[in-house]
């Protein structure tokens, strides 16, 4: 990574940090339990992300919020987002976070409405290794759509939100909690009782290659029941306006047959991604297909204005995007206080948890 934003943090005890060391600027982004503003660091003028979150009433989405932090403070990686710190109340927690102006890549992909195959490799080759560094440490991502994409102010790809994450499952292991974005789920995830592991995210990853090419995920249906039966079983319709190379990626990351679906080494490989040069890619040292225009550190243009409407208050507000419903079920986590979370040493790699997951949005 090009530089620790705690240096940022240098002239503060971290320990001191509280919801009035920061001024809350806009709303950038908002979800069932939490807010995301942009806020500015009183004493140095610092521009961050803060993800404020409601403390739930219940073990399982508590736990989404205890995974999520273990994953930021665990896994490093310059295309995930970085969290700064993070400090509670007894009813919230705060995630004080990078902020990346160039927005989601969920609003590139509606004003473009459709990408170029030589954008949609870019940022393709950058989401397959933010997946391939989080599935290396453990981790499945389980919600990987363009609303978790974000774009930082030199156009590259981060992944943010990691609430359904599933943390500490070594490759090979499997899981079976059902959760995601409906159009993102990979079959196997659809069967009753059914498990997988790591693969859910190179389907998903298929699936956002698709979108970004063609204009919208390759399953649908007027109903659940029908978008379940599509996933599993529909034709994967792709024109041949497009090159042989790109439906060959995409084909290849859409096997429904898990054992015959591709791996993301085996993804580097194909003729698609023969002139990426994946070393330069993962320094930096690549110069993105969209350069966000940015006019100062507070610029929010590049954010949807559904939200950056919003007044930035902490107090709950409506939905502002519509998402398709989910249920999951699964194992609580055990061991924490009941108003401070933090005072267990929970973080470290080694420790096991059991996540339950909740619906997110979909784009289209």
């Not at 961050?48 to 989405?61: G, S």
């Amino acid at each position: 990574m090009e530089s620790s934003l705690l240096t940022k943090l240098e002239n503060t005890s971290i320990s001191t940090l509280k919801p009035e060391s920061f001024d809350r600027l806009k709303v950038i982004g908002k979800g069932g339990y939490a807010k995301v503003f942009q806020a500015r660091k009183k004493d140095n003028n610092q521009i961050f992300a803060m993800k404020v979150v409601t403390k739930p009433d219940n073990k399982i989405d508590e736990n989404h919020i205890k995974d999520e932090i273990r994953i930021f403070e665990n896994v490093k990686s310059r295309f995930l987002c970085e969290m700064v710190h993070r400090f509670e109340t007894t009813k919230k927690v705060y995630m004080v976070l990078e902020f990346l102006p160039g927005g989601e890549l969920f609003s590139l992909l509606n004003r473009e409405e459709t990408l170029e195959e030589e954008a949609a490799r870019f940022y393709i080759a950058q989401i397959a290794l933010a997946l391939e560094h989080l599935h290396n440490n453990n981790v499945v991502y389980r919600d990987l759509k363009p609303a978790n994409v974000m774009l930082d102010r030199h156009g590259h790809a981060k992944l943010i939100d990691f609430g359904l994450s599933k943390f500490n499952l070594a490759k090979g292991e499997r899981t079976s909690t059902f959760c995601g974005t409906i159009d993102y789920m990979a079959p196997e995830m659809l069967r009753n009782g059914g498990s997988y592991g790591h693969s859910v995210d190179i389907w998903a990853l298929g699936i956002l290659m698709y979108d970004m090419v063609v204009g919208g995920p390759p399953f649908s249906g007027e109903t659940e029941k029908e978008m379940y039966a599509n996933i599993r079983k529909a034709p994967l319709k792709l024109s041949k306006k497009f090159s042989s190379e790109c439906r060959e990626v995409i084909k290849s990351l859409l096997l429904r047959k898990v054992e015959n679906r591709i791996s993301i080494s085996g993804m580097k490989q194909l003729d698609f991604f023969k002139l990426m040069d994946w070393n330069k890619l993962e320094a930096g040292e690549l110069e993105a297909p969209f350069r966000p225009e940015i006019s100062s550190d507070t610029d929010v243009s590049q954010f949807d204005s559904c939200f950056t409407n919003l007044p930035p208050e902490e107090s709950p507000c409506k939905i502002v995007r519509s998402a398709r419903q989910g249920c999951a079920g699964d194992e609580e986590f055990a061991g924490f206080d009941e108003n401070l979370w933090f005072t267990s040493d929970w973080s470290s790699k080694g420790m096991t948890s059991k996540t339950t997951d909740k619906t997110k949005t979909s784009r289209r």
